[in-house]
C-alpha cells in the first residue's frame, strides 16, 4: 500500500520523494509505504492551510461543528475496521484498539458540542454606558505532531479542538503509525471538510517536524512524544516566538497502602503496567508499596503475571502485544540490564522473546523487579515498555516523597480504605492527573490532559482546557456614552 501527502483535499504524489517502509510490529510484515517528504511539500501545506484558514474562520462555529459530529459518525461506522489497521501497524491488542477508536469518537462529539459554545466572558465596565467582554479567536495554522503508541486519541485530541475553534492544520504522524493518518485522512474526504483545512504530511522528525516548527506560516506547535524531543521543539519554536503545547514523559506510579485492597491494587498495576506492552505515557513504571504488605502483593503480582498471554494483537485471546520496533526492544532490555547492575532482585520476565512464535515480531516478557531504591536508574528513567519496580516504604508520607521524586509528572494512583489518606494524597501526588483505587491510565477525554514538572509546558490536551491551545483571547469594550472616557481615571 502506497500512502500519500494529504494536501488541499488531494493525496499528491511526488516522484522525487524517496519512501520510508512500514511494518507490523507482531510479525515483520510490510504494511505500506510512505514518502519522505521535504520541507518543500511543507511549505506546500502551509500555504494552503493558511488560504483555507481565512474563509474557514469564517464559518459560524455551530457549523464547524456538524462536521466534527460527521467525523463521530463515521468512525463509529468504521470502528472495527480502524481497531484492525490500528493493532496491525501499532501492535497493540485488538480490545485496547478498539477503546482508542472509542476515544476518537467520543472526543468528536465532545468537542463538536464546544461549537455551540466556545465560550468568552462578559463583565460589568467601571464606566457608565461601556460594555465589556472577552472572545475566542482562533490562531490561524496548527502543527500536530503525534507518536506512534496512540495514533488515533492523540491526534483527535489536538485536531478536533483546533477545527472547531476556526484553525487550519497540519498533521505530521509517526512514521511507525501511518495508516491511521490515511484512515483519518479518507474520513476527512469522506465528510466534506472543506479542503486545506486537514492536511498529513510525512516524513522524519529531523525534516517535516522541524519544517514546521520554524516555518513562519504556522501559529502553534502541539507536540506528544519524549521530554528530550519536546525540550527541543521548545527551543527550537521559542526563538520564533510560536505557542507550544508540549506533553512528554512520565514515570507514573501506584501507591498501594496498608489498608488497600490487594486484589483491586494488582488488577489496577497489572493494566496499567503492561497494557499496550507498557508503551503509555502514563503507565505504571513503579509500585510504591507499604512494608506490611510487600510480600503478599507480590505475590499476587507473580500469580497474575504468569497468565498473561503475549503474542499478535489480533488474536482475542491474547492480553500483550509486541513492543514498536527492535529499537524499543533493545532499549527496554538495556534497562532491565541495569536494574539488575544496580542490585534490584528481578522476580519475573526481563528477556526478549525471540524463539517462535515470536521470532519475526518484537516481543519483550513482561517484568517485575523488586528490592529497588528510589533513586535508581530504573526508578527515575522512563523505560516505556512492560517494566515495574517494587519500592518499599513504610508511611504515606514516604510514598508521596517517592511519588514526587522524580523529573515527571504526569499520572499517579493511590489505593487505600482511609478516606483521609486518600484526600491528602490527592492534594499532595504532583502531577498532572490523580486516580484513586484505580491504576495511572485510563484519561477520559471531558477533562484536561497533561502533567507537571518534565511532562509538560502548562497546556493541556482533551477537555475545555484543549480549547485555550487553539485559541486567543480577544478582549472587546464598545463604548456608547458619545463622549471620551478613560479607564481608571473618569470613575468618579
Not at 468512525?75 to 478498539?98: N, P, Q, S, W, Y
Not at 493518518?181 to 466534506?192: L, W
Not at 495511572?440 to 507537571?452: N, Q
Not at 509538560?456 to 486567543?472: F, I, K, P, W
Request: aromatic share 8%; glycine share 10%.
Amino acid at each position: 500500500m502506497e500512502i500519500k501527502n494529504y494536501i488541499g483535499g488531494k493525496w499528491a504524489t511526488y516522484s522525487h520523494l524517496q519512501s520510508i517502509v512500514v511494518t507490523n510490529p507482531a510479525n515483520g510484515e510490510q504494511l505500506a509505504t510512505i514518502p519522505r517528504s521535504t520541507a518543500s511539500e511543507v511549505d506546500e501545506a502551509v500555504a494552503v492551510a493558511k488560504q483555507a484558514q481565512r474563509s474557514w474562520a469564517l464559518v459560524p462555529a455551530p457549523k464547524r461543528a456538524d462536521y466534527l459530529y460527521a467525523i463521530g459518525q463515521k468512525m463509529k461506522e468504521k470502528k472495527e475496521h480502524l481497531a484492525t489497521v490500528l493493532t496491525k501497524e501499532m501492535g497493540k491488542v485488538i480490545e485496547e484498539a478498539r477503546g482508542e477508536v472509542q476515544e476518537g469518537i467520543d472526543m468528536a462529539y465532545y468537542m463538536a458540542g464546544e461549537g455551540r459554545r466556545l465560550f468568552g466572558e462578559t463583565t460589568p465596565s467601571e464606566l457608565a454606558n461601556k460594555f465589556a467582554m472577552s472572545v475566542r479567536a482562533p490562531i490561524g495554522v496548527v502543527a500536530l505532531i503525534t507518536p506512534w503508541n496512540f495514533p488515533v486519541a492523540i491526534a483527535t485530541w489536538k485536531s478536533f479542538p483546533a477545527i472547531v475553534a476556526g484553525n487550519t492544520f497540519i498533521w505530521k504522524p509517526s512514521n511507525e503509525t501511518p495508516m491511521m493518518a490515511y484512515e483519518m485522512g479518507k474520513i476527512f474526504e469522506e465528510v466534506g471538510l472543506p479542503d486545506g483545512v486537514a492536511n498529513i504530511v510525512f516524513g522524519t522528525g529531523p525534516t517535516v517536524g522541524t519544517a514546521l516548527i520554524e516555518h513562519p506560516g504556522v501559529k502553534v506547535i502541539s507536540f506528544t512524544g519524549s521530554t528530550t524531543t519536546g525540550s527541543k521543539v521548545a527551543e527550537l519554536g521559542g526563538k520564533h516566538l510560536k505557542k507550544i503545547s508540549l506533553e512528554m514523559g512520565g514515570k507514573n506510579a501506584v501507591i498501594v497502602m496498608d489498608d488497600a485492597d490487594l486484589q483491586l491494587a494488582t488488577e489496577g498495576i497489572l493494566w496499567s503496567a503492561f497494557g499496550t506492552a507498557g508503551q503509555r505515557c502514563t503507565a505504571c513504571s513503579r509500585v510504591i508499596v507499604h512494608k506490611d504488605v510487600r510480600e503478599e502483593l507480590e505475590k499476587r503480582l507473580l500469580d497474575e503475571m504468569h497468565k498473561l498471554t503475549i503474542g499478535d494483537g489480533l488474536d482475542e485471546s491474547v492480553k500483550i502485544g509486541p513492543v514498536i520496533n527492535k529499537a524499543a526492544l533493545e532499549k527496554i532490555n538495556h534497562y532491565v540490564q541495569i536494574g539488575k547492575q544496580e542490585g534490584a532482585t528481578l522476580l519475573a520476565g526481563g528477556r526478549i522473546l525471540a524463539e517462535p512464535p515470536y521470532d519475526k515480531g518484537f516481543y519483550y516478557e513482561p517484568t517485575l523487579f523488586t528490592n529497588v531504591k528510589p533513586d535508581m536508574i530504573i526508578a527515575q528513567e522512563e523505560i516505556f515498555g512492560p517494566v515495574v519496580s517494587l519500592i518499599e516504604v513504610a508511611s504515606l508520607d514516604e510514598a508521596i516523597e517517592v511519588n514526587n521524586g522524580v523529573k515527571f509528572g504526569l499520572s499517579s494512583s493511590i489505593f487505600s480504605q482511609d478516606v483521609n489518606t486518600i484526600f491528602r494524597a490527592q492534594r499532595d501526588l504532583d502531577t498532572g492527573i490523580v486516580y484513586v483505587n484505580a491504576g495511572t491510565t485510563g484519561a477520559e477525554i471531558h477533562l484536561p490532559f497533561g502533567g507537571t514538572k518534565g511532562t509538560g509546558n502548562g497546556h493541556r490536551d482533551s477537555g475545555v482546557a484543549a480549547l485555550d491551545v487553539y485559541t486567543e483571547w480577544k478582549s472587546i469594550y464598545v463604548d456608547y456614552s458619545g463622549k471620551l472616557q478613560r479607564a481608571q481615571i473618569d470613575t468618579e
